[in-house]
């Protein structure tokens, strides 16, 4: 979707290194979410924003750490990657909680 | 919390046929469901949506069908073609709720046979 996008693409890293992928919006939109997705669990929340410099975490957040300074933009953080966080990694967005959500096209990130 | 599960990991349809995608979820208070698409290699994509005080929704070749009662929800797809072939997901919310979540399936793969 043109609204939203996510950078890198793919990305290949060493255990123990910092990582950060970004969320990029246009639309303007208040929420912004992060999941992962990992065969045989589906997609999974690790954190998400309702608003700048509100964020909440999700289901899986252990490991990571998010930042939303503008609107625009959702940064998710792996602070010391590990090989269990090889996975892709999507972000999402919506006006409010009368909408789905639009993803982005995924970050593959592979912890080697 | 919500819990929602697919009754189907694959199905295979032939080309032409409908195709009947089902979705179970366990909290009654859920009010908003959306279904899902996600092609291999991309984001899921939005195919539909429904809510609670609705039974039916018809978009352009899909339905959503909703029955409250056994916390069921299904996507039909009429005369399936090969385009169709991907990762079907359904997810659902309490929209009212503090703080706005959907909670997905695992996803049924639908693979349409020429």
């Known amino acids: 979707d043109a609204g939203i996008t996510q950078s890198p693409r793919h990305k290949v890293t060493e255990t123990g290194t910092p990582v950060t992928l970004r969320c990029h919006q246009t639309e303007n939109h208040r929420y912004m979410y992060w999941y992962r997705q990992d065969p045989g669990h589906g997609l999974r929340l690790i954190h998400y924003?309702?608003?700048?410099?509100?964020?909440d975490k999700g289901e899986v957040s252990d490991g990571y750490s998010v930042s939303r300074s503008k609107t625009e933009d959702f940064l998710l953080t792996l602070e010391s990657a590990t090989s269990s966080q090889t996975s892709v990694y999507f972000c999402?967005?919506?006006?409010?909680?009368?909408?789905?959500?639009?993803f982005g096209s995924g970050t593959r990130l592979t912890v080697v | 919390g919500e819990n929602v599960g697919l009754h189907l990991p694959t199905l295979s349809v032939q080309e032409g046929d409908n195709s009947i995608i089902n979705c179970a979820y366990s909290?009654?208070?859920?009010?908003?469901f959306i279904w899902y698409k996600q092609e291999s290699g991309k984001g899921p994509q939005f195919i539909i949506d429904i809510r609670s005080n609705m039974d039916k929704r018809q978009g352009q070749r899909v339905t959503v069908l909703l029955n409250k009662t056994v916390k069921h929800l299904s996507l039909q797809i009429a005369a399936t073609q090969p385009g169709d072939s991907a990762v079907y997901f359904c997810?659902?919310?309490?929209?009212?709720?503090?703080?706005?979540?959907?909670?997905f399936g695992k996803g049924t793969k639908l693979s349409v046979i020429p």
């Open positions: 997810a659902a919310t309490i929209s009212g709720a503090g703080s706005y979540q959907l909670t």
């Open positions: 924003s309702y608003g700048v410099k509100d964020t």
């Open positions: 999402a967005i919506t006006m409010d909680r009368n909408y789905g959500y639009t």
């Open positions: 909290n009654s208070a859920s009010d908003y």
